[in-house]
Structure formats: C-alpha cells, structure tokens
C-alpha cells in the first residue's frame, strides 16, 4: 500500500505557474514509478506527467514544454512544476505510483486523493 500527501493546487491566472508537490510512503517497489494525473469534469482522466527512479520521464503532449517533473535524488517525493497555465488545465490532479512492470504496461497501481487546479481566464 502506498500513501500519498500532495499539495500545491489552487487557483492560477492564465499564463501564469503553479508547483505541485507529492510525498509518498510505500515500498521501494511501489514507488518506482510516480507521477500525475489529472480530470477535468466530465472526462476521462489522462496522464500528466511521470518519472521513474531512474528519472525516465513521459508527458503528455498537451503540456510538453510547459510542464516539468522532476523526482531529486531519486526519492519518493516528486514535482510538478507548471507554467504558461491555460483553462483547460483545470482538473482535479492525482498523484501515482506503480511497479515498474505495471508502470510500462499503463497500470497504475496507487492513487492519491487528488488535488484541484483552477486555471481563469
């Protein structure tokens, strides 16, 4: 079992940044993968970001360029930095983790309890 504790969301302007922050707690095994996803209101939730212990990243194409992951020293505790924020980055925003196995297969294992980012145009 993995917990989580993220922080960071809220409220941005357009164009303008936010950081968020999750810590988690688990087995090295269930933490080798970690990262973000998010959902907006009436859809799917989709990934953001994410990193490895290894520090392999994967992003989303809608936030390539604008959004950094970033996993220091390896250990459980990863960032989010996003920037040049738009509207349609509003969405509840979910902190991960997984096995690298289940990783490389699009399972995510564990989820956190999420976090709101609200982007006003």
């Known amino acids: 079992q993995v917990q989580f504790q993220e922080s960071g969301g809220g409220l941005a302007q357009a164009g303008g940044s936010l950081t968020l922050t999750c810590a988690a707690s688990?087995?090295?095994?269930?933490?080798?993968?970690m990262g973000w996803y998010r959902q907006a209101p009436g859809k799917q939730r989709e990934l953001v970001a994410a990193?490895?212990?290894?520090?392999?990243?994967r992003y989303a194409q809608a936030v390539e360029g604008r959004f950094t992951i970033s996993r220091p020293n390896s250990k459980d505790v990863i960032y989010l930095q996003m920037h040049e924020l738009k509207p349609e980055d509003t969405a509840v925003y979910y902190c991960?983790?997984?096995?690298?196995?289940?990783?490389?297969?699009?399972?995510?294992?564990?989820w956190g309890q999420g976090t709101q980012v609200t982007v006003s145009s």
């Open positions: 991960v983790s997984a096995r690298l196995g289940a990783y490389y297969s699009n399972e995510i294992e564990y």
């Open positions: 688990g087995s090295v095994y269930d933490t080798a993968a």
């Open positions: 990193i490895t212990r290894g520090t392999a990243t």
